[in-house]
DNA sequence: CTGTGGACTTAAATCGTTTCAATAAACAAC
DNA sequence: GTTGTTTATTGAAACGATTTAAGTCCACAG
C-alpha cells in the first residue's frame, strides 16, 4: 500500500492547495433494512427483531430460526437504525458531555476518563464546548435535550453554572453530574477533589521541607475552588502553631481564560518580589500559575528549587515535562472522569428501570507528587 | 445562593465519601409532542410542523396563523424531537469525530476548531477515541453508522488508519476527512500541514543563525510526517550546500503512546552526546521530542540556548510555557480543525442536495515561531 | 351560473424499529 | 375429545415527526 503521490508546492499562505479534485457519487446502498432481514431470511420483522436484540422473547425461538436471521442479517450487512429505535424504546444510548472550556489543560484527561467509561458502558459522548459563553452554554443544552440524550456531565473547570437551566434535565428525569463544580441542591452529583485536604498536603510538604517564609498566589474568589484549598491551608499552619503571613499571599484575579494562570502567576510572583520581603517557597493555586512563578523567579535570577521551592496544585500533563519538573498536588482526573460517567449511568439504569437513583456529593482524594520544584530548606539559610 | 453545605471529612484512598444521598423521582412531565401544539393551537400537525420549521409551503400559511402556533409552542414549552425528525428527514446534523489518542496535546486545539465550526454549522460532534486500538477503532466507527452521522472526522495523529473501514462511509455517501494523515485514493479527504515546507523552516532558521552542527531527531518511520519533513531539510541544506551530517541524526522509534516523543527525545538526545560529536543545534521531529531534548541537554550541564539551540515542531501547548520556551514551527492546529469541519459540512451540503462533492487534500502553511530555544551561534565558538 | 386559479390548510402515508396481544401448533392431562 | 400449557411466530399498533397530494374556500372572469 503505497500512499497517493501528492502536490507539496504550496507555499502559499494560510491553508493553501487544495488538490486532487475528485468527485465522489453513487446512488446506490439504499440502506438495509430489517424488514429485507425479514424477507430474505423468510420470517417477520417481530422475530428478527426479537432475535437479533436478544429480548425476553427470544427464549422461545427455535434455534434454526435464530441462526437463518442471523446469517441472513450479515448476508446483508444489516445495521439496525439507531433513530428508529429509538423512537420505540426511548434509548438514545447517548450522554451529553459538557466543557466550558475544553483549552484547558485540565480536561483533557477528565475526557479520556468519561469516554473510556461510557464505551465500557456503550454509550456515545456528544460533546459540547460552552466557551465560558453563557447563551453558547444554554444553546447546546437545548440541542441534548432535543437529540434525549440519556445523561449530561458537565465539566465545570471555570466560573458559572447556571442551575437553572441544569434544573430542566433534572425535571426530565436525566442524570446529571458536574465535575469540578457543585451545585446547590439535590437535583445534580457531583465530583471534586478534596480542595481542603490538597491545601492542607502542599503546605504541610512545605513546612516539612523546612520552609517557614511562604508566599501564597490564592486562586480567584469567584472559583470555588479557591476558598477550601485557603482554609485546608489555614488549618494546617494553625495545627502546626505556623503563622500565615498575610502580606505574602496574594490572590489572582478573576479572568476567564484559563491559560490567563500562568500569566497571572508571572505577575503577582514579580509583585512579591517587587516587596523585597524574602520567603524560601511558593505555593501557588494552580500548576500554570505556578510555572508562571517559576518563570518569573528564573527570570529574577532566583532559582528554583535552590533559592526558593515551588508548589503547584492539579498535575496537568506539563508538570512532569517542565523543567524544573513540578511538584504539586496531583487531582486523579482521569478517575474523576470515570467516576461521573459511572454515576451516570447508573442514574441511567435506574430511570430506565423506573427506580429512584441516588444524588451523590463525591470528594476524590488528592495525592502529594513530588518531583523536582521544592527541596528541603538547606541549614544554612533558615532562620527564624 | 449559598453552597450546600459540604462534609469534607475525607481523608480515605481514592474516590472517598458519597455523601448527601438523595432520591430523585417524578413521574410527570410526558414529553410535550407536536400534536399537543397543534391541539392547542387549533390546527393540525402539518400546519405546525410546516410553520415551525418555516418549510416551503410556510409562505401560504397565515401570519395570524403562524403567530397562534407560535405561541402555542412557546407556552407549551414544545422541542421537536431530533429523532423522530430523522426518521423522515434523515437528517440527524451530527458528525462523527474520532480521535486516535486524545491524550496527545496536538489534539486539544484541533477539536476546539471541528467543535467551533461545527457549532457555526448547527451540528453537534460524536466523539470517540480509539486509543490506538484498531478494534475499538472499527466498533467506534459501527456505532456511528447506526446513528447515521452525517460526516466524519477522523484525527490520526497516530500511526495505522485503516482505509478498508473508511471506505465504508464513502460508499455511504458520508463526507469523511482526515487530520493529520492522508489515505490513498479519492474517497476520503484530508488536511495536513506542509511538512516539508516545515522542515525547511526548522532547517532554514537554524542555518540562518548560523549554525553548522546540526544534530537531528527525526520521526519514527511509521509516522507519515516523518519523511516530508526530512525530505524538506534535505532539500533546504541541498539548495544552501550544507552537507547534513548523518552521524548527528537519530531516528524516534516506533512507538504508541504520543507522549513517548519526551521520553525519545531524551534518549536519544543523550545517545547524541555520548558520540562526543560536537553540535551546535538540534533539530527535534516535535515538540515533545524538543523538550525531551532540553532536559537531556540541561542536564548535562549544556545551556539552552547559550551552547546549543533546539528547534521542534508543531506548537503545542507547552511550547509557550516551557523554560526556555520553545522555538518551533508551528502547525494551525485550530484552523486545521475548522478546516476540516467545513469540508465535511460542505460534503454534507452537497449530499443532501444530491450534487456530488469534492475530494480535496490539504495542504496548510507551517509557520516558524521564534522563541527563546534558539539563538544565533555566537561568533566566538562558530567554527567550520 | 360555471370555471379557474390563488390562498390556506390538512389527511394520510411514511420513516425503521419495538412490543403487545393474538394465533397456531404441539403435546400433555383428564 | 375437550381443556390447558408450553413453544414458536406474527400482525398491527405505536413512536413523533415530515411531506405529498389533495382538499376547501373564495374572488373574480367569462
Known amino acids: ?3 497517493a503521490p501528492l502536490q507539496s508546492d504550496t507555499n502559499l ?9 475528485v468527485k465522489r457519487s453513487s446512488r446506490k446502498s439504499e440502506a438495509v433494512t430489517m424488514r429485507d432481514v425479514a424477507g430474505l431470511s423468510g420470517f417477520s420483522p417481530a422475530t428478527v427483531s426479537i432475535v437479533l436484540n436478544n429480548a425476553p422473547l427470544a427464549r422461545y425461538i ?9 446469517e441472513a442479517a450479515r448476508k446483508l450487512g444489516y445495521r439496525p437504525n439507531a433513530m428508529a429505535r429509538f423512537l420505540r424504546s426511548k434509548r438514545t444510548n447517548s450522554v451529553g458531555v459538557m466543557f466550558f472550556d475544553i483549552t484547558d489543560p485540565f480536561c483533557t484527561p477528565i475526557l479520556r476518563g468519561i469516554e473510556n467509561s461510557l464505551y465500557q458502558g456503550s454509550f456515545l459522548p456528544i460533546l459540547t464546548d460552552a466557551h465560558n459563553q453563557k447563551s453558547r452554554f444554554e444553546r447546546y443544552l437545548e440541542m441534548l ?5 440519556e445523561g449530561l456531565i458537565v465539566v465545570a473547570n471555570w466560573l458559572f453554572v447556571d442551575i437553572h437551566v441544569l434544573a430542566d434535565f433534572a425535571k426530565r428525569n436525566i ?4 465535575i469540578g463544580w457543585e451545585l446547590p441542591g439535590d437535583t445534580v452529583s457531583s465530583v471534586m477533589v478534596d480542595n481542603e485536604t490538597g491545601g492542607r498536603l502542599a503546605l504541610e510538604h512545605l513546612y516539612k521541607l523546612g520552609h517557614r517564609k511562604i508566599a501564597f498566589i490564592r486562586g480567584p474568589k469567584t472559583l470555588i475552588d479557591s476558598a477550601p484549598r485557603w482554609k485546608g491551608i489555614q488549618k494546617y499552619a494553625h495545627s502546626v502553631g505556623y503563622e500565615l503571613d498575610q502580606s505574602l499571599a496574594l490572590q489572582l484575579p478573576d479572568e476567564f481564560e484559563p491559560s490567563s494562570g500562568f500569566e497571572g502567576g508571572v505577575r503577582l510572583t514579580e509583585e512579591l518580589l517587587q516587596r523585597r520581603k524574602k520567603f524560601t ?5 494552580d500548576d500554570l500559575t505556578a510555572l508562571g512563578a517559576i518563570r518569573a523567579l528564573t527570570k529574577s535570577g532566583i532559582k528554583v528549587p535552590e533559592q526558593c521551592s515551588v508548589i503547584g496544585f492539579d498535575d496537568i500533563a506539563l508538570s512532569t515535562l517542565s523543567a524544573p519538573s513540578l511538584t504539586t498536588v496531583r487531582q486523579p482526573m482521569e478517575a474523576m472522569g470515570n467516576l461521573a460517567a459511572n454515576i451516570i449511568i447508573e442514574g441511567i439504569n435506574a430511570a430506565q428501570e423506573k427506580r429512584d437513583w441516588t444524588i451523590t456529593h463525591h470528594r476524590v482524594a488528592p495525592e502529594l507528587v513530588i518531583r523536582e520544584s521544592t527541596r528541603a ?4 539559610s533558615s532562620d527564624d
Chains 1, 2 share one sequence.
Open 62 to 70: 427455535a434455534p434454526a430460526t435464530k441462526k437463518k436471521i442471523e
Open 145 to 149: 435535550l432535543e437529540r434525549h440524550v
Open 1 to 3: 500500500m503505497k500512499t
Open 13 to 21: 499562505p494560510d491553508d493553501a492547495a487544495a488538490s486532487k479534485v
Open 281 to 285: 517557597a511558593l505555593l501557588a493555586f
Open 175 to 178: 442524570p446529571a453530574a458536574t
Open 377 to 380: 530548606l538547606s541549614l544554612s
